[in-house]
């Protein structure tokens, strides 16, 4: 057995205990007997590798789920609900603009994350140190679907600030190289906002920095009906993108190949630094630089073992992202999309149907809407019928409005004017992309409804997604097998048959 698969077996076994503990209580005198049995096992058994590796897997899997309870148990364990706070803290993370008002993640000098709402036009960034005054209260969850308290649980904010008091003190004790790239950021993108109007300008934001808060409710409810909140999101998709045009930069500018991968790699770190590193930038990072590698070196069909190492790894750092963050779930699932159905593509369609680079992102995005259908369904209880045409229409102009965009960002910082022939051309892509997605969200068939899709649902969809491909993969192996038999076959005559001359 290779040292890869190996690793994957172990792999999977840390993501499974990790799983076990996220959705069941796990008893911990269990786990403990089932370490130190399988322990003994190994010491015993240490000859038969079989055995050994079982055992190892089930070691894995009982620290996977130690880990996820330790993270669990953290939660309450400050006990701060309802009282009054008054103290110094730092704004630990840029502010995020949602509706009306800023959400502002500070710590305290003890290293306890709070959430406080604040002025939308208040003038503060990462980094500020600020008095604060204001009441504790742990979050609450307002619907049943939705769990609020651990969706910033999962952030390690336990605690909200109600009535909140605060004073900038003057001081910032933020990281200055990143205070810097967050500078530039944010200079980009109020070059936009000043040359394009909205609702374009707030799709351009989104197109190159991520999200879609900016954008009109209507537009981001018809984005989301029409499946393409994800070219509005930090995705694996926009950072391949971002990667590919610095990949060309590389070159242009005199690297080789190889040394234009790496500027890719590190302009993707810069990306993800610039935008906060968010959980899901630094995803997109990750799962954006194994499609990246995966490509370079004409193994996008084989990365399926990249793909578990980089899940477990950030289950690691943070094992509450399994549940309680549904970008890990669409990121991780639509990454093992475009991996396992790349092959079916490859064989059976793009070599006989040539439609050049359109229909092959079309299909590659229908390979991740496959395995992510199923998630949005449980969790949004709505399902896209018109995915695929939208996704068609829009796609192929992505990438020249994400580069019209940074280009005409990047005018501004050298003479705003600059910017305005830019803008111009920016906008008829950006134009384009908003008419298109509001005329598809209109049509009565567009999305559906879906109530009754629960966990067996789920449970059954992919049971059948992956026995379907496991069956493809015997087919295709027996295949190899009986080309590889007859080509030996056809040897074997043909020696047989210059011999008897």
């Not at 399926?304 to 963050?325: E, G, S, T």
Request: net charge positive.
């Amino acid at each position: 057995m290779t040292k890869s698969r190996i690793f994957l077996i172990l792999s999977l076994s840390f993501i499974t205990g990790v799983f076990g503990r996220s959705f069941f209580e796990i008893n911990l005198v269990s786990l403990y007997f089932f370490a130190l049995a399988a322990v003994i096992i190994i010491v015993v058994f240490y000859k038969n590798k079989i055995i050994a590796l079982v055992s190892f897997g089930a070691i894995f899997f009982v620290f996977g789920a130690w880990l996820t309870n330790g993270k669990l148990g953290n939660i309450d364990i400050q006990n701060l609900d309802g009282k009054h706070f008054s103290g110094k803290v730092l704004v630990s993370k840029e502010p995020q603009i949602k509706d009306k008002y800023r959400n502002i993640e500070v710590k305290t000098e003890g290293g306890v994350k709070i959430l406080v709402n604040a002025n939308l036009y208040e003038n503060l960034e990462y980094g500020d140190e600020l008095n604060l005054e204001c009441k504790l209260k742990v979050p609450e969850n307002k619907t049943e679907d939705f769990d609020y308290k651990m969706y910033l649980a999962k952030d390690g904010i336990f605690y909200l600030c109600q009535n909140a008091n605060y004073q900038k003190t003057g001081e910032n004790r933020g990281n200055k190289i990143y205070l810097s790239v967050l500078n530039l950021k944010n200079k980009l993108s109020g070059n936009i906002s000043k040359t394009i109007p909205e609702p374009e300008a707030a799709l351009a934001n989104g197109l190159i920095f991520g999200g879609s808060s900016q954008l009109p409710k209507d537009v981001a409810e018809n984005f989301s009906k029409t499946g393409l909140s994800h070219i509005v999101a930090v995705s694996g998709f926009n950072v391949t993108i971002i990667a590919e045009y610095l990949i060309i930069l590389g070159i242009f500018l005199g690297l080789w190949r190889k040394q234009a991968f790496w500027f890719a790699i590190t302009g993707i770190f810069v990306f993800v630094l610039a935008v906060g590193f968010p959980s899901s930038a630094i995803r997109a990072g990750v799962m954006g630089s194994l499609l990246l590698w995966a490509m370079k070196n004409g193994r996008l069909a084989n990365s399926f073992n990249a793909i578990i190492f980089a899940a477990a790894a950030m289950l690691f750092l943070n094992p509450l992202l399994l549940r309680w963050d549904i970008g890990f779930q669409l990121s991780f699932l639509a990454s093992l999309g475009i991996v396992e159905l790349s092959p079916f593509w490859e064989k059976f369609v793009f070599k006989k149907i040539k439609f050049g680079g359109i229909f092959e992102n079309v299909l590659l995005t229908l390979s991740a809407t496959v395995f992510v259908l199923p998630i949005l369904m449980y969790n949004f209880h709505i399902a896209s019928i018109i995915s695929l045409l939208a996704n068609f229409l829009v796609l192929s102009v992505i990438p020249l409005s994400m580069l019209l965009v940074f280009l005409t960002s990047l005018a501004g910082l050298i003479w705003q004017p600059l910017a305005l022939p830019f803008a111009w051309i920016t906008f008829l892509p950006l134009k384009y992309i908003i008419e298109i997605v509001n005329y598809l969200a209109k049509m009565e068939w567009s999305s559906v409804e879906v109530n009754n899709f629960g966990v067996g649902w789920l449970i059954f969809w992919y049971l059948m997604l992956f026995s379907i491909i496991f069956m493809m993969k015997i087919r295709e192996r027996k295949v190899k097998i009986l080309e590889l038999t007859a080509e030996k076959e056809f040897r074997r005559e043909y020696w047989d048959n210059k011999m008897l001359r």
